[in-house]
């Protein structure tokens, strides 16, 4: 049952996740970071099971999709942030300190800002998931310690390994003369920054 489960779930969620990131990144880059921060995440977690001796239960199989789904989160944060600070309009050299659009201080810049939330939202969940701790029943208190570590995992990898992996792999190209720049999903006009401004 389990089985079939996850065979059936997480292609699924892996699906629509690559579909979101098709329609919010639209460069093959980018979702690739994205699809190897998630497996980072996944191996990374599982492997805690394995290592903390803790055997696969039915409660388990919602773990690879709310992992899949809070590290893309947490992914497209990241990603159109930088992406923002990157479009930003050619600044003086006065400004370049405080503003700055290459790619290594845009990531910077994006981390100091959205990596603050990314904390509190982490901090706040990997409470929550650990209150199952108190529970008298084993599997429960397990699938909260597992999903707590997978949570934290999932913030290290899209808020540490993946950025740091994006700058690298931007800055080499652009030092070849590929432009990385790119728009962050919905702006600069357009029917869907129209349809996002009515929220």
């Known amino acids: 049952s389990m089985s079939d489960s996850l ?3 997480s292609p699924l969620a892996f699906l629509f996740v690559v579909v979101a990131l098709l329609i919010a990144y639209r460069d093959p880059l980018d979702i690739g970071l994205g699809i190897a921060g998630i497996f980072a ?14 055997a696969f239960n039915q409660m ?11 590290s893309i989160d947490y992914a497209i944060h990241v990603f159109m942030r930088h992406r923002e600070q990157r479009e930003l309009p050619h ?8 503003e ?6 845009s990531m910077s810049v994006a981390l100091a800002g959205v990596g603050v939330a990314l904390v509190w939202v982490t901090a706040t ?24 570590f997978g949570i934290l995992a999932a913030m290290v990898v899209f808020g ?5 992996a994006k700058v690298e792999v931007d800055s080499r ?27």
């Open 100 to 105: 700055p659009t290459d790619v290594r201080g």
């Open 173 to 199: 190209l652009e030092a070849y003369g590929i432009e990385r720049r790119k728009q962050a999903f919905g702006t600069g006009g357009g029917r869907l920054a129209d349809v996002l401004s009515v929220g």
């Open 91 to 98: 600044v003086s050299n006065e400004q370049a300190e405080s």
């Open 41 to 54: 995440v996944l191996i990374w977690t599982f492997g805690f099971m394995g290592w903390a001796g803790i």
């Open 7 to 9: 065979a059936i779930v």
């Open 125 to 148: 969940t990997v409470i929550g998931f650990l209150s199952n701790l108190v529970s008298p029943i084993g599997p429960i208190r397990e699938f909260g310690i597992v999903s707590a």
């Open 160 to 164: 540490a390994l993946i950025p740091a």
């Open 60 to 70: 388990f199989v919602a773990i690879p999709v709310l992992l899949i789904g809070l």
